[in-house]
């Protein structure tokens, strides 16, 4: 056993280091060439004066500002949705319960850029909302309202808020199954009930997973590019940034602006980890759905499933109209479209565009899936099994991409691979295929690493440790007795991952930029920039992309079930 014990410190130790070497060289290197940009002038010495003009310039503030607007309603937005849904999930029993939790998930099947296409065809100056008005006769046709014309920032808001409630809500019915529910009971019994009882033992108890979930919808929606793209409002900063990227080589105003982006979004994750995040409580037991969810009467079942049923309905109303335009042969001044049609689907998959890019989204998020697996299940059993005195540093070190804005990383890898960097072999504009896959794998990472410690964490070692006294090595134990037994939780780790990675935005949006490398995402934005039928046929493409992620999820969801949300940890 000593020998066991020896050989797995070693293992650890050369894990922690791999794990070192490219976390300083694919995290906080391109974090650096952020900063160097924005700090270090052309002469090679510090300054503020790229600093002073992003401060100095009226637009500049007004789109952080703006995006600062939209990262707080949203979240607010997504808070208020995710909180009713996971107390009701947790606490009761009511009809169709595994359906309804489940299918409350699939808003996050599709980015919310795709989402922004079906918006334009609801709340449009000729769209299904001011059709359904003029037939109802409340208004006519010189009186139209341009619903996102004058609401646009509102109009983003909501979306982004529906498409990513979903992420809080998991994290709130990861950390309630986790409350002991005798916690519960002693506050009833010494006279503590309803609101009172939620707000004096629930809720300060929930406060590390409504941090967790409420870091990453803000951080998320703060740097949201493709959502202002398709509404085609430019006073944002991701927006700003993005018009930036052909500027790269000799302007340090971009650079500039993405350090603001960064420095903000690490205030905002402190102040966050501060106000909320700090106080952990041990639990004495932890609770189950067996002891904590209750059957009720028939009116609050009816209120459960009206208010899933309804949150559902709403939040999926922008993916039925991409679907509806999916089918569309013309689609203008009615309810509904004019024209029916399958050939947008047989067009997409004949598209020069389309087939692919679908191959490479394929390629990149098998190659990230790839990677992180192997290299999770590894920091996992660091974290986890070892005795290492910086397993805690490991964990920290994989989880801090998830706090810092896919749009800064994705920025930042652009940075470092220009002609003359030390990173300049993986130069995206060659070919991305190598960037794009090291930047979707360090971003989605500790989705990995968090599905293999959650199925470690509820494995006891003893197992381990009898297969070790009969003569079993450590890595042969692993493999004969520990992967088979966490098998659920890395398959939906992989599953997470390479949905996760096949409709990433930032990355895709910035990196590829060749269009025989364009993944999915790339070519929907490419589409929908086409006249004609270019609409149509991204959204066919989307709703491929989205059946795909549908059953991606649905599946993760069954695997990990309520803990699904521990993924989602910063």
């Known amino acids: 056993m000593y020998a066991c014990h020896r050989f797995v410190k070693k293992c650890s130790i050369v894990v922690f280091f791999v794990a070192l070497l490219l976390f300083v060289a694919f995290f906080l290197w391109p974090v650096y060439q952020v900063l160097r940009g924005g700090f270090v002038g052309h002469d090679g010495h510090f300054t503020l004066d790229y600093f002073r003009a992003i401060f100095g310039h009226r637009a500049y503030l007004i789109s952080i500002r703006n995006s600062i607007f939209v990262a707080t309603i949203t979240t607010a937005i997504a808070f208020t949705i995710a909180l009713p849904l996971a107390y009701f999930a947790d606490r009761y029993e009511f009809p169709a319960k595994k359906i309804l939790t489940n299918i409350v998930l699939l808003p996050i099947m599709l980015p919310p850029f795709v989402g922004a296409i079906g918006i334009h065809h609801i709340f449009g100056v000729r769209g299904m909302l001011n059709m359904i008005l003029l037939k109802a006769g409340i208004i006519d046709n010189s009186h139209l309202i341009d619903w996102l014309g004058t609401h646009k920032l509102m109009g983003m808001c909501l979306l982004n808020a529906v498409s990513l409630y979903p992420i809080l809500y998991l994290n709130l019915v990861s950390t309630l199954a986790n409350i002991d529910p005798s916690l519960d009971e002693a506050a009833g019994c010494l006279g503590c009930h309803g609101l009172r009882r939620f707000f004096k033992i629930t809720f300060p108890l929930m406060r590390s997973g409504i941090f967790a979930g409420v870091t990453l919808v803000f951080i998320w929606s703060f740097t949201e590019l493709g959502v202002p793209l398709i509404f085609d409002y430019d006073r944002v900063v991701s927006v700003k940034i993005f018009g930036g990227l052909k500027e790269i080589s000799d302007n340090q105003l971009p650079f500039a602006l993405v350090s603001v982006v960064l420095i903000l979004s690490l205030i905002f994750y402190l102040s966050g980890k501060l106000l909320m995040g700090r106080q952990n409580y041990t639990m004495m037991a932890k609770a189950s759905s067996a002891s904590s969810a209750r059957k009720v009467g028939i009116l609050k079942k009816l209120i459960c499933c009206s208010l899933f049923g309804g949150v559902t309905f709403i939040a999926l109303m922008p993916h039925v109209a991409v679907i509806l335009m999916s089918f569309a042969g013309d689609w203008y001044n009615s309810i509904f479209p004019n024209v029916w049609t399958l050939d947008n689907y047989i067009v997409t998959l004949g598209h020069p565009l389309t087939i692919p890019s679908i191959q490479s989204s394929v390629i990149y998020s098998g190659a990230a899936t790839a990677c992180t697996v192997v290299f999770g299940i590894m920091a996992a059993f660091v974290i986890v099994r070892s005795k290492l005195k910086l397993r805690h540093l490991l964990d920290a070190m994989i989880m801090l991409p998830l706090a810092v804005p896919g749009l800064v990383m994705a920025f ?159």
């Open 412 to 570: 930042g890898y652009l940075a470092m691979s220009q002609k003359g960097r030390a990173f300049s072999f993986l130069n995206p504009v060659e070919n991305p295929t190598m960037l794009l896959v090291i930047a979707y794998a360090i971003r989605k990472l500790p989705f990995m690493v968090r599905s293999a410690v959650a199925g470690l964490q509820q494995m006891s070692y003893t197992y381990e440790e009898a297969a070790q006294c009969l003569g079993c090595s450590p890595i042969k134990a692993g493999i004969k007795i520990t992967f088979p037994l966490i098998i659920a939780n890395l398959m939906a780790g992989g599953l997470l991952v390479f949905s996760q990675t096949m409709l990433e935005v930032s990355d895709s949006l910035i990196l590829a930029q060749k269009q025989q490398y364009y993944p999915i995402t790339k070519a929907i934005y490419e589409l929908m920039n086409l006249l004609g039928e270019g609409p149509f046929l991204a959204c066919s493409l989307g709703v491929w992309a989205m059946t795909f992620l549908a059953i991606m999820i649905i599946s993760t969801s069954i695997f990990m079930g309520k803990n699904l949300g521990a993924v989602f940890r910063v």
